[in-house]
């Protein structure tokens, strides 16, 4: 099993700045793609930014020039820094991982996991 914990949410005035983490941890071979997923009040989850393995980063347009996106893959993290923060960015966010996990066959799967979420409010 793998288990994704976000942390670092919280209230924050528009303008303001935040950074989400989110840890990996359990069966884990390597961790491909990582992401960032947000669910409004009333609205779908959309995404927010991914990080291949390899480094490249994709960013939903609506957080293009405010959010960065990083991993740590000794520590099996990725990080969300959010800044010029906007009442539109109030959300839950959740982290997201493509992980190829080692079974106890010793065989690999892999399992795409998610995080609980973490809220995330603006304030104007």
């Known amino acids: 099993q793998v288990q994704l914990v976000e942390s670092g949410g919280g209230l924050v005035e528009a303008g303001g700045s935040l950074r989400l983490s989110c840890v990996a941890s359990?069966?884990?071979?390597?961790?491909?793609?990582m992401a960032w997923y947000r669910q409004a009040p009333g609205k779908e989850r959309e995404l927010v930014a991914s990080?291949?393995?390899?480094?490249?980063?994709n960013y939903a347009d609506s957080v293009k020039g405010r959010f960065t996106i990083s991993r740590d893959d000794a520590k099996k993290m990725v990080y969300l820094q959010m800044n010029s923060l906007e009442r539109e960015d109030t959300a839950v966010y959740y982290c997201?991982?493509?992980?190829?996990?080692?079974?106890?066959?010793?065989?690999?799967?892999?399992?795409?996991?998610w995080g609980q979420g973490t809220q995330v409010t603006v304030s104007s």
């Open positions: 997201n991982a493509d992980v190829m996990t080692i079974q106890e066959t010793g065989r690999l799967h892999d399992v795409e996991c």
């Open positions: 990080i291949s393995g390899g480094g490249r980063r």
């Open positions: 359990g069966s884990i071979f390597t961790i491909n793609t």
